[in-house]
Nanobody, 118 residues
Framework: VQLQASGGGLVQAGGSLRLSCAAS????????TGWYRQAAGKERELVTR???????YYADSVKGRFTISRDNAKNTVYLQMNSLKPEDTAVYYC?????????????WGQGTLVTVSS
């Protein structure tokens, strides 16, 4: 499984960006999809995830501002980011997992940089 993230860039505080993550396989073969981010000097953190059943999770820092969605026909996961803040600046990574035997297998995209200027 390959994940290709895109959509990062430079935006002013208060602006919006939409990240995309295209999967090389059908979304129906994936379990949970999500986005993580890693700011300079910090550990990678979970931003949001979406289960195959439609359950979502958002980190407190992005609740009400970010929305994860999935287009099964395009095998793509999106992250709509509104009201961006300078502290949202990070490399964003898409992530997915699939059932593998009695456990799960995890996949990562290559990361896309989001820079929010004040």
């Amino acid at each position: 499984v390959q994940l290709q993230a895109s959509g990062g860039g430079l935006v002013q505080a208060g602006g919006s960006l939409r990240l995309s993550c295209a999967a090389s396989v059908s979304m129906f073969s994936l379990n949970t999809t999500g986005w993580y981010r890693q700011a300079a000097g910090k550990e990678r953190e979970l931003v949001t995830r979406l289960t195959s059943g439609g359950t979502t999770y958002y980190a407190d820092s992005v609740k009400g501002r970010f929305t994860i969605s999935r287009d099964n026909a395009k095998n793509t996961v999106y992250l709509q980011m509104n009201s961006l803040k300078p502290e949202d600046t990070a490399v964003y990574y898409c992530n997915a997992d699939s059932v593998y035997g009695s456990g799960y297998k995890f996949y990562w995209g290559q990361g896309t940089l989001v820079t929010v200027s004040s």
